[in-house]
């Protein structure tokens, strides 16, 4: 038990619902000065609640919260950052607009006479990127990029600099919200490396996090939601993942991956020598009906450019695209009504119109059928997300619920319920299960399996190797913008794959 001495933050009987849904129900939480403490749960489970709450979003209606052992309960996340509490959220709020600079300062920015100093701004906001992505960043990230053309690593990369720019002024504690979910191994583990820097000068950092691996690999203690409540804490040493999971789930996770025997059929996807406007430099591959073909690679290898040029968003310089009886590149438009369908990873820029409800989001691409003069039965669309909303287990109060209020998990699985509703038979899944927690990846998994079984092919993208490993049929890994030749996963182990992706195996 920590003293009061020792103890930063300290969160008694915290209440918070929103209309009928009971998002925190009387939580509590302990976490010490210098310590990394671990906040994990399912989607739905109020960590994002949590997160706002000490953020300044968002107000608690009953219980309290100690910071050093003060009442701690700030009206707005200006006053927090006062407090020195920062947060870098799993949902970007970056200005896409402004430059990485003006993005890192944002209203702190240093002056002279009255004037914004850009020379100061130029040498802040370095140092603050020499944090987390080393001395030598890489070209694209630079004070004066646009961050509307920054990848999305690049993105989470700014976010993570901000935070840590406003730690210069004294910070207490940092809320790390998935943090790596769009960062390369070599980032994350540089990432790492700042928070324990961090944590030695006296910082607490909660980490919140869906990859239960490197919660164990970063977190000294741990709080694990469910339903509102905590179920659960202690030191990360004292307990094994299995022992987290079943915290979190309320039941044990026997099987994680799920892969049936699977009968590859006709070819539905063949690319052929293919170059994007920048990436990839050269990718062929075919896709069979009934199968899994996974991509690894790292950050910025060009595999999100693989997708996005085969569903035609971004324009192809050269080679050959088939679909089914269709050569040649196509249109959004065209490939969904081919049966192509993609998940992007970065669900609020281009995956979901958050502003809109779960129902009109499942609908957009295919609505239902319309009654006299074309108009659109309310009742009837709200039916159909109903039946999608219970089939992936989406914690939400109705169909009419904004995406907006819901968790980042719930969230992806509404963008991935749009393709089962469109019925496509290409799925284009690029980092399918980010944000999502360990009991929803099982479930995402048993989905893709059966989607897989039912003769519906599957092109897959993702940083977990893990994941390639135990639900694909064929990996592929690219490198450099040249995408290898797939072979089955079974021929295959995390150590080959990060090898081939770093060029270390050549």
């Excluded at 969160?11 to 918070?16: N, Q």
């Excluded at 700042?194 to 203690?221: K, M, N, Q, W």
């Excluded at 085969?310 to 081919?338: E, H, N």
């Excluded at 929803?440 to 994941?467: H, N, T």
Aim: aromatic letters at 4%.
């Amino acid at each position: 038990m920590a003293t009061a001495a020792e103890t930063r933050l300290e969160v008694r009987g915290l209440r918070r619902s929103f209309g009928g849904t009971q998002a925190l129900a009387g939580m509590e939480l302990v976490a010490r000065r210098g310590e990394v403490h671990a906040v994990v749960g399912e989607n739905g489970a109020g960590k994002s609640t949590l997160m706002r709450i000490l953020a300044g979003e968002t107000r608690a209606e009953a219980g309290a919260v100690l910071l050093d052992g003060a009442p701690f309960a700030p009206s707005s996340p200006a006053e927090a950052r006062a407090s020195g509490v920062a947060i870098v959220s799993q949902e970007l709020s970056l200005c896409p607009n402004l430059s990485v600079a003006d993005n890192v300062l944002l209203g702190r920015e240093p002056r002279r006479f009255g004037v914004v100093d850009r020379r100061a701004m130029l040498t802040q906001t370095r140092a603050a990127l020499a944090q987390v992505a080393g001395p030598s960043p890489p070209p694209w990230l630079h004070p004066g990029a646009c961050v509307a053309d920054l990848p999305m690593a690049g993105k989470q990369l700014v976010e993570i600099a901000r935070a840590i720019a406003a730690t210069e002024t004294g910070c207490r504690l940092l809320i790390l919200d998935e943090p790596t979910s769009s960062l390369g191994r070599e980032d994350a583990q540089r990432l790492f490396a700042l928070v324990r820097e961090l944590c030695a000068r006296g910082v607490t950092v909660l980490y919140v996090s869906h990859f239960l691996e490197e919660v164990r690999e970063i977190a000294d203690r741990f709080t694990v939601l469910r339903d509102g409540k905590s179920v659960g804490a202690g030191a990360i040493r004292d307990v094994t993942l299995a022992d987290i999971v079943a915290l979190m789930a309320g039941r044990r996770i026997d099987e994680l991956f799920v892969r049936s025997a699977r009968h590859a059929g006709e070819v539905v996807l063949e690319l052929d020598g293919l170059g994007g406007a920048s990436k990839p430099e050269r990718a062929s591959l075919t896709l069979r009906r009934g199968e899994v073909l996974g991509i690894a690679g790292l950050m910025g290898a060009g595999r999100t450019e693989l997708l996005r040029a085969v569903y035609g968003l971004d324009p192809v310089r050269r080679g050959k695209i088939r679909v089914k009886l269709w050569t040649g590149p196509a249109s959004p438009a065209r490939r969904l009504a081919q049966g192509v369908g993609l998940l992007s990873e970065d669900r609020k820029g281009e995956g979901l119109v958050t502003a809109l409800s779960i129902a009109d989001n499942l609908t957009l691409s295919k609505l239902p059928a319309r009654g006299p003069l074309g108009w659109l039965w309310p009742r009837q669309q709200r039916e159909v997300a109903q039946k999608w909303v219970e089939r992936l287990g989406i914690k939400a109060r109705d169909p009419d619920q904004r995406v907006a209020e819901l968790s980042g998990g719930n969230q992806q699985k509404v963008a991935f319920a749009r393709l089962l509703h469109h019925d496509v038979d290409v799925l284009l899944l690029d980092e399918p299960t980010r944000g999502i927690d360990v009991s929803s990846k099982a479930q995402l998994y048993r989905l893709i399996d059966e989607l897989a079984c039912q003769g519906k092919a599957v092109l897959m993208v993702s940083s977990q190797l893990p994941e390639l490993l135990g639900v694909c049929d064929r990996i592929a890994v690219m490198h450099r913008g040249e995408l290898g030749e797939a072979q089955p996963a079974e021929r295959w182990t995390e150590r080959t794959l990060l090898a081939q992706a770093t060029g270390a195996a050549s």
